[in-house]
């Protein structure tokens, strides 16, 4: 079993960043890759960035290529997700993933086993 905690959200303003992060915890060494999903209300849950458990690669959407930087603290097990120029369109639910499987798609919420509770980011205009 893997257990992620995120933090990190909140209520911030057009323009503003925020960073948000997810600790693991357990047997982390099932882990091949990380992703960072959110899901706005009525919408389906949407890929938007992903890191190897090594850090060695990442994989951002094409919707916030440019304003958002996804990054590993190894000794932390911590996974970060720094979000910049932040617009309302980016108000969502957030959540941290861990992907275990040899095939599948890293960009498909479906393929990845563990998830946290999500954290909620809200940009007002």
């Known amino acids: 079993q893997v257990q992620l905690v995120e933090s990190g959200g909140g209520l911030v303003q057009t323009g503003d960043s925020l960073r948000l992060s997810c600790a693991a915890s357990?047997?982390?060494?099932?882990?091949?890759?990380m992703g960072w999903f959110r899901q706005a209300p009525g919408k389906e849950r949407e890929f938007v960035t992903a890191?190897?458990?090594?850090?060695?690669?990442?994989y951002i959407a094409d919707s916030v290529k440019g304003r958002v930087t996804i990054s590993k603290d190894n000794a932390k097990n911590t996974v970060y997700l720094q979000m910049n120029s932040l617009k309302p369109e980016d108000t969502a639910v957030y959540y941290c993933?861990?992907?275990?499987?040899?095939?599948?798609?890293?960009?498909?919420?479906?393929?990845?086993?563990?998830w946290g509770q999500g954290t909620q980011v809200t940009v007002s205009s």
């Open positions: 993933a861990a992907y275990e499987l040899l095939r599948g798609s890293i960009y498909a919420a479906g393929d990845y086993r563990y």
């Open positions: 357990g047997q982390t060494v099932s882990i091949r890759t």
């Open positions: 890191i190897t458990w090594s850090g060695s690669s990442t």
